[in-house]
């Protein structure tokens, strides 16, 4: 008795991962020792780096969409901001405001977003039950809830796998975090440490990116031109998918430098970065949008800290008041710029807070119904899905969680969402299984 | 289309040919060594290659000394070692320096560095740090610890001890989660990942089933972290995690795909039965005491250990675990398993080479668990110097070379067909032989689900008695409680009463020595609160005997809830033992049935790899068929296309008749148009004068006198005849150019009509060479096809290779040895080795008469002081190189920030600039360009330079001694930023 093997059509089915490795750089793979028999000599080069890239076109099917996440660090209040409830006894002193799409209020702290409203589309009606920080945020970023025998990729990872052109000379994962070290995280557990995070430090470009002082102009091109020689020399005698790879990202690195620029706001017009304003996440913001037209596929920006168990409402009043206006603007921007069609712009916390407003007026961590919302790329525009009770304390309608928002990032961007990986012979789906995307809100 | 003949494709055309196919004969099952062979010799002849053809060139001596280094010290040989080895008599070199390199403290380190990886996998340090942690592994590596003590001291790890609290790490660092443990226990100690397996029998894979997973997990579920008490170096308290092993207790568990079938397992190991543990009361199943040392808050230990139990498997007995450990020294010196990837020990990945992990497997255990033993003779074996290329690769000589259809070639194929052959007869064999011990093992799951039944019914009998067993034994110990209150009110009354007497007679003493009254009254006064005390006491004492009464019923019921909870052990026993039968049944037919299933699937994989071969042979023919046929088809094509050119001749040729008669009709025409034009005018002039002529005759009646006007009739009538013989002769002119017209114009259509039919061959032709094009098109494109198909083929060929051991494996260093090669090649690691000894020397000297043991000890000392101070640069090269906590092994991958790092960290390239006695140095103030060349290549990369790099290198040192310095600095960078020093030769 024989169990039908699972066919996923994944591209590591086809083409196993050491053989790929090569192929996936987008390098012309091989060369007639690779071919070895003999067959035409020095002559097939062509047809084999053909080959090699064409069985990749052939099984991934790279796309031109980008993500980008604001993570609202901490857990912002839906009643602040996406869901209000002015005049429920849990729904605090602002108001609501009507928006660019009649019939959808949100928080008076929003005024320049609510006038976004036609680009974006509101799910109110999330439950994830999970209060604590760490594994609110686990689940938010990797769609499964923690468990300790097995580990997730993020989003991140996920969606440079899938969707990044290593072409682009940059990395397709940007984390950008004020204070980050440049350094590179560890979020893509089976996926390989390729698709972990760059992280960024505020606007500056990452680690190593620039060549030092002490080396000239001129020792810097020799060095590289003694590298590619001393390759060559090794290549002509023994090449491989690991060769290629290896020596790509030394040439991939010289090509991050050249676009070092990309990473750098001050290059925006003076325009533009006013408009952005000064503070650290619309200068973040700023810096995304840069990345993301220049190819970059997944973007994540960090606003901190929304974990208001004290003063719950003077400090929406400021934390709120920044993201309105550098969200707004970021919006506003790739809507004018074309680039929302392509974008998808998903903003998420590790949880919401409580309706119930404590002794120090703070709200608390609250994971039963709270706010997400997504916009651009296929999502549908100017609508508000799913509904939480009066005093927002429970799901109405539409209720989802954070295995369906997983699902519908990536359907949002072109991604069969039900499909899975093969990795070391183990079958792993994408996405959890036992979670869909959310159809009513795709296009 | 025509241009479509590049290079590459004359290259095709180019004579096809094929490696030597030299039949080595196959490698028979039966024992290939004699008894007293060593164990290397035993590699070498269970390693040898299927086909000639397919086992790579020897690699040079000293490229094996860099694999030797790496795999042995984690870095790459220095500069002056390569120096030495090259120095040293050819004859027992080999076996020389794997001595020396065994000897050298960076061994030690490189196995520290192994255990620590194999077991922690990256993991943070949370819980123990890592001084401690590695001066652990330090520890077990320099007593040269058995390996599989090692692995019991890890599994038992004295919970309640401080001084070995690293042995506890693996537990610790996982967070002491059952689930986390459970699967790594599977993973590092028997190699098999049954992560899929904890919900359900695994999806994917067959063998791996989820009792196997809770067979595991039922080791480690009673234990759990739990903070200790003690005190630290200077007195003061301290709270540390401990993972505790508390009281054991099993949990059902349910396949989530199978609703309703539940079962309890008991502790197993992989290919074990399942361990029978005493049913122990619950009063009984803790130690009384704690053992000596323990600190407090701590549980005592419980009576039976699962901990222990499992420790005490891990041993040579159990196959499993013992092959999972051979197949991990073997990746330490082939970069992958026997079993690869390390984690997926099942049926249908068997080992590459069974007979190979067999012997291999035997000599561990034999050794007593020695890795250093049976690491040394696998280095030792020429299997372990074999090259990266095969014959395939077109490097071997022209020897080798035969051309496809030659009657060598074909006697290969008919080998492999026939040994396919042979194959699948087998195979149809062994599929029937499979299926009945699939059913025979099947038949004995199904009798031990049966009795597991009876055991889950009855253990849910038993957790119920449980129940009220601790409850009875709850209410005793407050029923005891409660006696001993009652017991100690009684006797405070009693102690109170007898201290007023007491203190009565005290007074009585002292009133004899005079008569006082108010002592008197005193007196009285105490012994009337005694007195006042006495009837408080029947009360008491009657509360104490209902509260003894009390507690002895309690008792009474405990011991009756002992009896039933015993009544239910005693019903259990025999279905506990009908179960082991049952359970030992199982497993022994389901070990017949892994072991058949293995055998088909690896049969299933030589016949694939058989077949790969075959139609590699296949394809590369039909592609060298497409070639001559687009050769054939292109000579055609040729001809045609120089028959055009004769075709073109003649269309012009055609061309210019027509042209011509053309012509000369025209001219004609035009001439013709001429003698119309007269004709006319002839005419004109002739009915004029008949006009003139008739006016003249109607005048003649007029007038009286004619003979004017008929003399003028006349003239005009002489002028008519004159112009009417012009006008004859003009229309037999006009008549013949007609005829010539009608004639010419015949003519022309003939001439046409050839042209046409020029035109038309032409056509015809040019059709059949786009043809040809179309058909020599679509054999290119075959052609092409092909070729990747072959290219595929090889590269599945090339890991075919590998792993049989026909060629090296493709290795990539790991992150540590790029880091230590990186700092070893520039001299940085072993100037500080220097610097330390000095250091040591300075401050204790220790003179050359010392003892060997003594010397050693320095050394060691030495290279750890300079290890511990540059780590923090090989954990640069850790954090960017390597894979991500818990992956099991450091699969390559290249990405621009690694790169960065290397170009512009400033580290590298700091490191390779000229100083004290380093390599670039050296080549800087070496006067001699061929031996600084020399010295480059094999300083860091043990090899001898090629002819272009002879050149390459000569030019740039041949730079005048301003630039030298810079040049070299930046030439051995690149050496170390080059693909062949992130490689393995």
Redesign the interface.
């Known amino acids: 008795m024989k169990k039908a093997h699972y066919a996923c059509g994944s591209m590591e089915h086809l083409v196993n991962r050491r053989r790929f490795l090569g192929a996936a750089t987008g390098a012309t793979v091989a060369g007639s020792a690779a071919l070895g028999t003999g067959l035409g000599g020095g002559g097939v080069v062509g047809s084999l780096s053909a080959l090699a890239s064409g069985a990749a076109a052939a099984e991934v099917t790279k796309n031109d969409y980008r993500v980008v996440v604001f993570n609202m660090h901490g857990g912002l209040s839906q009643l602040e901001s996406w869901d209000p409830k002015p005049g429920a006894k849990t729904g605090g002193p602002f108001r609501a405001i009507p928006t660019s799409v009649p019939g959808i209020h949100i928080s008076e702290l929003m005024p320049k977003t609510a006038k976004q409203m036609h680009h974006l589309c509101l799910l109110r009606g999330v439950n994830t039950s999970e209060d604590d920080h760490g594994k609110g945020a686990y689940m938010m970023l990797t769609g499964r809830r923690q468990t300790p025998s097995a580990e997730y990729p993020q989003i991140g990872s996920v969606a440079a796998k899938m969707l990044h052109d290593e072409q682009t000379g940059l990395p397709g994962h940007i984390i950008v975090t004020p204070g980050g070290g440049g350094g590179r995280g560890n979020e893509a557990a089976y996926l390989g440490p390729k698709y972990s995070s760059i992280h960024l430090g505020g606007d500056k470009p990452p680690q190593n990116s620039v060549k030092p002082d002490a080396i000239s102009a001129e020792v810097e091109q020799r060095r590289h031109e003694f590298r590619r020689r001393i390759n060559e020399q090794f290549l002509s005698q023994r090449r491989s998918a690991v060769t290629d790879a290896y020596t790509h990202s030394y040439e991939q690195a010289l090509r991050l430098m050249e676009k070092r620029e990309v990473f750098d706001v001050s290059k925006e017009s003076q325009a533009a970065q006013d408009r952005y304003g000064t503070s650290e996440l619309g200068r973040q913001c700023l810096v995304a949008r840069r990345l993301l037209e220049n190819g970059v596929s997944f973007v994540q920006v960090t606003h901190s800290n929304y974990d208001t168990h004290n003063d719950n409402f003077n400090f929406h009043i400021e934390q709120v008041g920044e993201f309105d206006e550098a969200f707004a603007n970021f919006i506003d921007d790739l809507a004018q710029r074309g680039m929302l069609e392509k974008t998808l712009v998903v903003v998420l916390s590790e949880f919401g807070r409580t309706p119930n407003i404590n002794l120090y007026y703070g709200r608390d961590h609250w994971s039963r119904a709270w706010s997400v919302v997504m916009a651009g790329a296929k999502t549908i525009r100017g609508a508000a899905f799913g509904k939480t009770n009066d005093e927002g304390t429970e799901v109405v309608d539409g209720q989802v969680d954070h295995g369906d928002i997983f699902h519908t990032i990536l359907r949002a961007v072109g991604v069969d969402s039900s499909q899975s990986l093969i990795v070391d012979g183990r079958e792993l789906p994408i996405a959890d299984p036992a979670a869909e995307p959310i159809w009513k809100v795709l296009v | 289309m025509n241009g479509a003949n590049p290079?590459?494709?004359?290259?095709?055309l180019?004579p096809?040919?094929?490696?030597v196919l030299l039949l080595w004969g196959p490698r028979g099952t039966q024992q290939v060594f004699a008894q007293g062979q060593s164990l290397t010799d035993r590699i070498d002849a269970l390693s040898r290659p299927e086909f000639r053809w397919t086992q790579a060139e020897g690699l040079s001596d000293v490229q094996a000394l860099r694999r030797l280094s790496l795999d042995l010290r984690n870095t790459v040989p220095t500069p002056e070692e390569y120096e030495a080895f090259l120095a040293t008599p050819t004859e027992g070199r080999w076996g020389v320096w794997v001595e020396r390199f065994f000897a050298d403290p960076l061994h030690q380190e490189r196995m520290v560095d192994w255990y620590d990886k194999t077991l922690m996998q990256r993991r943070a340090f949370q819980h123990v740090d890592r001084a401690t942690w590695m001066a652990y592994l330090r520890r077990m590596v320099d007593g040269k610890m058995p390996l599989d003590q090692v692995l019991r001291g890890v599994i038992k790890s004295s919970w309640w001890n401080r001084v070995e609290r690293a042995e506890q790490r693996f537990f610790l660092d996982?967070?002491g989660?059952p689930?986390?443990i459970?699967?790594d226990i599977g993973r590092v100690f028997f190699g098999r990942?049954m992560?899929?397996a904890?919900c359900h029998d695994h999806?994917?894979?067959?063998d791996y089933h989820q009792l196997d997973y809770h067979g595991i997990l039922a080791f480690v579920s009673p234990s759990a972290l739990v903070e200790g008490k003690t005190t630290d170096d200077k007195g003061a308290e301290q709270k540390l995690q401990m993972y505790a092993e508390k009281a054991p207790g099993d949990a059902p568990f349910e396949s989530v795909f199978n609703k309703g079938v539940s079962f309890r397992s008991a502790s197993r190991v992989p290919g074990g039965t399942e361990k029978p543990e005493a049913y122990l009361a619950p009063d009984q199943r803790i130690a009384a005491t704690a053992p000596e040392g323990a600190f407090g808050g701590l549980p005592n230990p419980p009576v039976q250990s699962r901990r222990a139990l499992l420790a005490e498997q891990l041993q040579g007995s159990n196959r499993a675990f013992a092959e999972n450990w051979v197949n991990r020294i073997w990746a330490i010196a082939f970069g992958r398993g026997l079993v690869h990837?390390l984690d997926?020990h099942h049926f249908d990945?068997p080992p590459s080479n069974p007979e190979l992990l067999a012997a291999l497997t035997d000599a561990l255990v034999a050794s007593n668990f020695q890795v250093d033993e049976l690491l040394k003779q696998i280095c030792m074996s020429e299997t372990y110097r074999r090259g990266?290329?095969s014959a395939?690769?077109?490097?071997v000589d022209e020897r080798s070379?035969i051309r496809v259809g030659s009657p060598e070639a074909n006697a290969w194929r008919g080998e492999i067909v026939q040994r396919k052959g042979a194959l699948e007869t087998e195979l149809v064999e062994l599929d029937k032989q499979q299926?009945a011990a699939?059913k025979a093992y099947e038949a004995t799951r199904d009798a031990w689900r049966e009795i597991q039944k009876n055991r889950v019914a009855l253990r849910a009998e038993l957790d119920g008695a449980e129940g009220s067993f601790q409850e009875a034994m709850k209410k005793w110990v407050e029923g005891s409680a409660a006696y001993d209150k009652a017991l100690g009110a009684q006797n405070a009354l009693n102690q109170k009463i007898q201290l007023l007497g007491e203190a009565a007679s005290k007074l009585e003493q002292a009133k004899a020595l005079g008569d006082d009254p108010e002592l008197a009254a005193s007196i009285q006064a105490t012994r009337a609160k005694a007195e006042a005390l006495k009837p408080q006491l029947a009360p008491l004492e009657q509360a104490t005997a209902a509260a003894a009464a009390n507690r002895d019923t309690l008792l009474a019921a405990r011991e009756a809830e002992r009896g039933k909870w015993q009544g239910i052990v005693d019903r259990i026993a025999p279905v506990e033992q009908q179960l082991q039968g049952a359970d030992a049944q199982m497993v022994a037919a389901r070990a017949v049935y892994q072991s058949i299933r293995k055998r088909t699937t690896q049969g299933q994989q030589h016949v694939a790899r058989l077949e790969r071969w075959l139609q590699?042979f296949d394809r590369?023919t039909e592609?060298q068929g497409f070639q001559s046929q687009a050769t054939q088809i292109a000579m055609q094509r040729n001809a045609m296309v120089e028959g055009m050119t004769a075709m073109t001749g003649e269309k012009t040729r055609a061309e210019q008749a027509v042209a011509a008669i053309e012509g000369s009709l025209g001219e004609v025409v035009k001439q013709l148009a001429q003698v119309d034009m007269i004709v006319q005018e002839v005419q004109g002039q002739v009915s004029k004068l008949a006009s003139t002529k008739a006016s003249l005759m109607e005048s003649k009646g007029l007038l009286g006198d004619a003979t004017a006007l008929d003399a003028a009739v006349v003239a005009v009538e002489a002028g008519m005849v004159a112009k009417q013989g012009v006008l004859l002769e003009k229309q037999a002119e006009q008549k013949g150019m007609q005829g010539k017209v009608a004639e010419m114009q015949s003519q022309a259509k003939v001439a046409k009509e050839v042209m046409d039919a020029v035109a038309a061959k032409m056509k015809a032709q040019s059709d059949s060479i786009a043809a040809l094009q179309v058909a020599e098109q679509e054999l290119v494109t075959k052609q092409?096809k092909g070729?990747?198909e072959?290219?595929?083929l090889?590269?599945e060929f090339d890991?075919d290779l590998q792993a049989s051991l026909a060629i090296a494996p493709?290795r990539?260093l790991s992150p540590e040895q790029m880091g230590w090669s990186v700092l070893t090649a520039t001299n940085v690691l072993p100037s500080y080795v220097q610097n330390e000894l000095a250091e040591l020397q300075k401050s204790q000297a220790l003179g050359d008469d010392a003892p060997a043991e003594a010397r050693l000890a320095r050394q060691i000392q030495g290279v750890r002081g300079a290890i511990d101070k540059l780590q923090s640069n090989v954990d640069v090269f850790s954090?960017?190189y390597?894979?991500?906590?818990?992956?099991t092994s450091d699969?390559?991958?290249?990405?621009?920030?690694?790169?960065?790092?290397?170009?512009?960290?400033?580290s590298v390239?700091g490191w390779s600039a000229p100083n004290g006695n380093n390599l670039t140095n050296r080549v800087v103030q070496s006067s001699d360009p061929a031996q600084a060349v020399g010295l480059l290549t094999l300083g860091l990369l043990g090899r001898v330079p090629?002819a272009?790099?002879q050149q390459?290198f000569a030019e740039?040192l041949s730079k005048g001694p301003e630039s030298k310095p810079?040049?070299v600095h930046?030439?051995v960078?690149?050496?170390l930023?080059?693909?062949?020093f992130?490689?393995y030769p």
């Open positions: 290079s590459w494709r004359a290259g095709l180019a096809l040919v094929l490696f996982r967070g989660d689930h986390a459970a699967r990942d992560q899929c904890q999806p994917q894979i067959d990837p997926m990945n990266r290329l395939f690769d077109g490097q070379v299926e699939e590699w590369s592609i092409t070729i990747e072959c290219a595929l090889r590269s890991e493709e990539a954090n960017l390597a894979s991500g906590v818990g992956q699969d390559f991958f290249a990405s621009p920030d690694q790169a960065l790092y290397v170009a512009n960290g400033g390239f090629t272009q790099e390459m740039v810079a040049m930046e030439l960078w690149a050496i930023a080059g693909a062949e992130r490689l």
